[in-house]
């Protein structure tokens, strides 16, 4: 290395707060001048996820996390669910994508998302448990988020089809 007293760290966006934590703990062992990025990487979003399934994780035998399976903090957040005490979790893109086998046995359900799942999504998986009989919901709220993300074309059309069968079953 040219010079070890000029180094910085950086990392992607939606690791692992505590893996990162640990990673920039071992490399300022090994460079002791280590500067910190010039603004926070780690995503809000999903720092405030992770820190909500923390929370939730150790009371709920099942943790369902929606959101994509290319979505790192998505498949994280499964992974931190699991780490911090849930019995099982599983990654979902959809409710229809929920399997009946998952909950043999299970008494309590943890609901999270990925950090730009439209809330629909998790609005249709929330309807699912309630038909399976999960129907008492108490929310786990660790931060207040006020951004919205723009959902993709593709998915527009699909959702203002849900949303209107929805009314008309109101």
């Given at each position: 290395?040219?010079?070890?007293?000029?180094v910085?760290?950086?990392?992607?966006?939606?690791?692992?707060?505590d893996?990162t934590?640990?990673?920039?703990?071992?490399?300022?062992?090994?460079?002791?001048?280590l500067?910190?990025?010039?603004?926070?990487?780690?995503c809000?979003?999903?720092?405030?996820?992770?820190v909500?399934?923390?929370?939730l994780?150790?009371?709920?035998?099942?943790?369902?996390?929606?959101?994509?399976?290319?979505s790192?903090?998505?498949v994280?957040?499964?992974?931190?669910?699991?780490?911090?005490?849930?019995?099982?979790?599983?990654?979902?893109?959809?409710a229809?994508?929920?399997?009946?086998?998952?909950?043999?046995?299970?008494?309590?359900?943890?609901?999270?998302?990925?950090?730009?799942?439209?809330?629909i999504?998790?609005?249709d998986?929330?309807?699912?448990?309630?038909?399976?009989?999960?129907d008492?919901?108490?929310?786990?709220?660790t931060?207040?988020e006020?951004?919205?993300?723009?959902?993709?074309?593709?998915?527009?059309?699909d959702l203002?089809a849900?949303?209107?069968?929805?009314?008309?079953?109101?």
């Open positions: 290395m040219a010079d070890p007293d000029n910085v760290w950086l990392s992607q966006t939606t690791l692992s707060v893996e934590m640990e990673t920039v703990r071992r490399l300022r062992e090994r460079f002791p001048a500067q910190d990025p010039p603004s926070d990487d780690i809000y979003a999903t720092q405030n996820r992770q909500a399934v923390k929370k994780a150790p009371a709920c035998e099942l943790v369902i996390v929606v959101g994509s399976a290319n790192s903090n998505s994280r957040l499964v992974e931190v669910a699991l780490q911090s005490g849930a019995d099982a979790s599983y990654r979902v893109d959809r229809a994508e929920l399997r009946d086998e998952w909950f043999d046995g299970v008494t309590t359900v943890g609901v999270t998302s990925g950090a730009s799942v439209p809330e999504l998790v609005r998986v929330l309807d699912s448990l309630s038909a399976r009989g999960f008492t919901v108490e929310e786990v709220r931060a207040t006020d951004l919205m993300f723009s959902l993709p074309r593709e998915i527009r059309a203002k849900k949303e209107a069968e929805r009314a008309l079953r109101a």
